[in-house]
């Protein structure tokens, strides 16, 4: 085989047509490949074009902005509304939208910087103290580019605008719903508050905190026994449940705030077949929590209003409101005498 090949090349580079047509051959194949990758290349640089650019109707729409939009939830029901409300108020305002739902505050620290280096016009981004992710931030401020934050706020930063609901009012109203579950009014509640990070600058989470204590302090036979922080991880309320309940046998409220621990608690509570003797304050208006508030698994929960949130922060980055820094969306209580509004 090696000696056929061998006289192979020897008659095509020994024979001067031969070699030369050969050579004119490579170079046409090379041309040839050369050409089909830049029509590659031209046509998906036209279809990623045309998607930015082409509404509905087929009609070719230019953008006048540009926004980055960052969240970092676990709430798919929240994400899908507030998505879906970015998307359709940006369309009607002529508004080019990239959103991203991130892993990691890593993640969002990269995409920041890369929409920092592209001159975004604007960045709708959750309010998380963490130091390097303050920094890019900072950096975008720095830039130029008008950064506000949604649903969650952070210290420290000079960002234009926060669209949200009132943390401390939401603990209020979290610590009534919770008092109004206990015979008597006598018992202990745990307190489960997620957080991006620990750090106690969490502004969120500790006004929360702050609103809950104010309630309940006023009632001295309800205990706040236990206040935990969860993380993003998919297992951790069902970790932190399991240890209240270890410490905790008798425990009468389990509080939640987010859907994913509402959803955690829920599970471990049926697990251990204890749905009614212990009460579960929720958070979210997904179908699993409305499912749960039917069966009465959870006495309540509470709808953060995602779609009023991304609307509100459109009309802040466009300039259509014209006053003040601070844009507080209601909440509502969702329970088992309501919950049929919220049926699809």
Same mark, same amino acid.
């Given at each position: 085989m090696k000696n056929t090949q061998s006289r192979l090349f020897g008659y095509i580079f020994r024979n001067k047509k031969t070699s030369l047509l050969f050579r004119i051959l490579t170079v046409i194949l090379f041309i040839i490949l050369a050409a089909a990758f830049a029509v590659s290349i031209t046509y998906s640089m036209i279809m990623e074009e045309n998607f930015y650019k082409r509404t509905g109707n087929g009609i070719r729409k230019e953008y006048s902005k540009n926004f980055l939009v960052v969240m970092y939830q676990t709430s798919d029901d929240f994400l899908r509304k507030f998505r879906e409300g970015i998307y359709k108020?940006?369309?009607? +305002?002529?508004?080019?939208?990239?959103?991203?739902?991130?892993?990691?505050?890593?993640?969002?620290?990269?995409?920041?910087?890369?929409?920092?280096?592209?001159?975004?016009?604007?960045?709708?981004?959750?309010?998380?103290?963490?130091?390097?992710?303050?920094?890019?931030?900072? +950096?975008?401020?720095?830039?130029?580019?008008?950064?506000?934050?949604? *649903?969650?706020?952070?210290?420290?930063?000079?960002?234009?605008? *926060?669209?949200?609901?009132?943390?401390?009012?939401?603990?209020?109203?979290?610590?009534?719903?919770a008092i109004e579950q206990l015979h008597e009014t006598k018992g202990d509640i745990a307190l489960m508050v997620q957080s991006v990070t620990y750090n106690e600058k969490d502004v969120t989470g500790g006004l929360f905190i702050e609103g809950f204590k104010s309630i309940v302090d006023?009632?001295?036979?309800?205990? &706040?026994?236990?206040?935990?922080?969860?993380?993003?991880?998919? *297992?951790?309320?069902?970790?932190?449940?399991?240890?209240? &309940?270890?410490?905790?046998?008798?425990?009468?409220v389990i509080v939640c705030t987010s859907e994913r621990d509402s959803f955690g608690v829920a599970?471990?509570?049926?697990? &251990?077949?204890?749905?009614?003797?212990?009460?579960?304050?929720?958070?979210?208006?997904?179908?699993?929590?409305?499912?749960?508030?039917? &069966?009465?698994?959870?006495?309540?929960? *509470?709808?953060m209003n995602p779609e009023l949130m991304s609307q509100l922060c459109i009309e802040n980055l466009i300039g259509d409101r014209v006053s003040g820094d601070y844009f507080e969306t209601p909440i509502e209580a969702v329970t088992y005498k309501n919950v049929h509004k919220y049926k699809k």
């Open positions: 108020k940006a369309e009607e +305002k002529h508004i080019r939208i990239d959103f991203i739902n991130v892993e990691s505050i890593n993640e969002a620290i990269n995409i920041i910087n890369t929409a920092v280096a592209a001159k975004v016009d604007g960045i709708i981004a959750q309010g998380i103290y963490d130091s390097d992710y303050i920094q890019v931030i900072k +950096k975008a401020i720095e830039n130029g580019i008008t950064v506000e934050f949604v *649903f969650t706020d952070a210290w420290g930063i000079d960002r234009a605008y *926060f669209v949200g609901y009132n943390a401390y009012d939401y603990g209020k109203m979290a610590s009534r719903s006023k009632y001295p036979r309800v205990n &706040l026994v236990e206040i935990s922080r969860t993380s993003y991880d998919m *297992f951790s309320a069902e970790d932190i449940t399991y240890d209240i &309940l270890s410490r905790y046998p008798d425990i009468d599970q471990v509570v049926i697990d &251990l077949n204890r749905v009614g003797d212990i009460k579960i304050i929720g958070a979210g208006v997904s179908e699993d929590i409305i499912k749960y508030i039917e &069966l009465e698994v959870i006495a309540s929960s *509470f709808d």
